[in-house]
């Protein structure tokens, strides 16, 4: 099926080429990494030591992953890791987040280019994140005697359905699959629907969980608390990872809350930071002001004036360590349908009062456990998100009810991590078993990229 695949990409690859050139020309896009991407010349590895490669698509996967990582590095130099990633915002985050292992840009599911990519690498062990599966490259690493398996798995119903009606041709490759370690025993249940053996699938929890920061003092959060001139008693609204609308609707709602609480401050921190523009002429059009994070440290003295700017994180891979500021937190990409919903579990576990829209899809079992235990609310629009805004103003101890609710819930989920680390050792001990890799812990870990 490889040649019968490259021939689908690359009629799509056609019919859109129009648009990409668009993008490539004007936006700069799917400029970097072009010899990586459409080549598959990724990092030549030296060295016979066991290897695992890690794909993650962009920034919360590569984010997703430092438990993992650390456990592995900890354990000593007796195998190599590396990291690819799919977008220019996931690879700067990798880089930035593990400067010790070396990260690239993945190969596009070309036969020629995943050939020559397994080849330079000479992985043990292909460790998926989530749910990339990509026909060729699972097929071309079980054919170099590759172990391949998803980490924390998830399958939406939506993308289930999708699946299901390419089940023909993607069926093989879901049935090549080594291991599957799923989040929840529903997403589970979707993988062998779709042909992975019940024997090879696993329900671990998710990896996010253990990777959630729960202490508001952790070093990251304190300097960034200074950086943008906040204090420690200053009540601050957190509205991240929003989407189109969503700012508007924070920002509304803020307005209102600040009729009876001058004291407040909000951080807007989008999901897609090239729509700060947008976002900043919006609330200056409506008499607002704006400082952005990209501009420096903020002065606190101009946060103290009778009209505090909104503070517009316009930097990426920041808003983990920003949740750890917000008394009040809302979590966007789920006020309008569509979008799905962005991770609630990071303001949750710093013990914020958390609000989240109905739209929630790609986090719906962790959206309803959280309503379940009162440790987050559910809001439908605007209105109803200014309305709770004011009452955790007015009732601050149902902020720390709910936060501690929430706090409590999240840290009952830990040890996901150790559970998939499980998985991929069973893998790295099959492929030495089976001889793929000659375990040298001797040899220096080396990647050239010529």
Not at 103 to 132: K, N
Not at 322 to 328: D, M, Q, S, T, V
Request: charged fraction near 25%; aromatic fraction near 6%; proline fraction near 6%.
């Amino acid at each position: 099926m490889g040649p019968a695949f490259d021939i689908i990409y690359l009629f799509l690859l056609v019919l859109c080429s129009p648009i990409l050139m668009y993008r490539a020309i004007r936006l700069g896009k799917y400029r970097d990494g072009f010899v990586e991407k459409v080549l598959g010349r990724s990092p030549r590895r030296i060295g016979d030591r066991p290897c695992v490669w890690f794909h993650a698509v962009s920034v919360g996967e590569v984010l997703l992953l430092k438990p993992i990582v650390a456990e592995l590095t900890r354990r000593g130099p007796d195998r190599d890791i590396v990291i690819s990633t799919t977008t220019p915002t996931g690879l700067s985050v990798a880089r930035r987040t593990y400067p010790d292992i070396v990260t690239f840009y993945a190969p596009l599911d070309l036969s020629w280019a995943v050939r020559r990519a397994i080849a330079r690498i000479r992985p043990t062990v292909l460790a998926l994140v989530e749910l990339e599966v990509w026909p060729n490259l699972v097929r071309e690493a079980k054919r170099n005697g590759v172990g391949v398996l998803i980490i924390n798995g998830r399958l939406s119903a939506r993308s289930h359905r999708g699946y299901r009606r390419l089940r023909g041709p993607l069926g093989p490759t879901f049935k090549r699959l080594d291991a599957v370690a799923a989040q929840t025993p529903e997403y589970a249940a979707r993988f062998v629907d779709l042909g992975v053996p019940a024997d090879r699938v696993r329900v671990t929890g998710s990896v996010k969980f253990d990777n959630l920061e729960a202490d508001r003092e952790n070093p990251i959060t304190l300097s960034l608390q200074d950086e943008l001139g906040l204090s420690e008693n200053q009540t601050i609204f957190v509205a991240g990872s929003t989407m189109e609308g969503e700012e508007e609707a924070a920002y509304s709602a803020y307005l209102a809350a600040r009729r009876e609480y001058p004291e407040l401050r909000l951080i807007l921190v989008p999901r897609h930071p090239e729509r700060c523009d947008r976002i900043a002429a919006m609330i200056e059009k409506r008499g607002g002001r704006v400082v952005r994070r990209s501009g420096g440290p903020i002065d606190a003295q101009s946060l103290s004036s009778t009209n505090p700017p909104v503070i517009l994180i316009d930097t990426v891979g920041e808003l983990s360590a920003i949740w750890g500021l917000a008394r009040i937190a809302f979590v966007g990409g789920s006020l309008f349908p569509g979008r799905g919903g962005q991770n609630m579990m990071e303001p949750a576990a710093y013990g914020a009062s958390v609000i989240f829209g109905p739209h929630t899809t790609n986090f719906r079992r962790p959206a309803e456990q959280l309503l379940e235990r009162r440790g987050a609310r559910c809001v439908k629009n605007e209105r109803e998100l200014t309305a709770a805004l004011l009452d955790d103003l007015r009732d601050p101890e149902s902020i720390d009810r709910r936060g501690q609710a929430a706090r409590t819930f999240v840290t009952a989920q830990r040890g996901a991590a150790a559970r998939t680390l499980a998985e991929i050792d069973r893998l790295l001990d099959n492929g030495r078993s089976d001889g793929r890799q000659a375990n040298r812990p001797d040899r220096d870990k080396v990647l050239e990229h010529n």
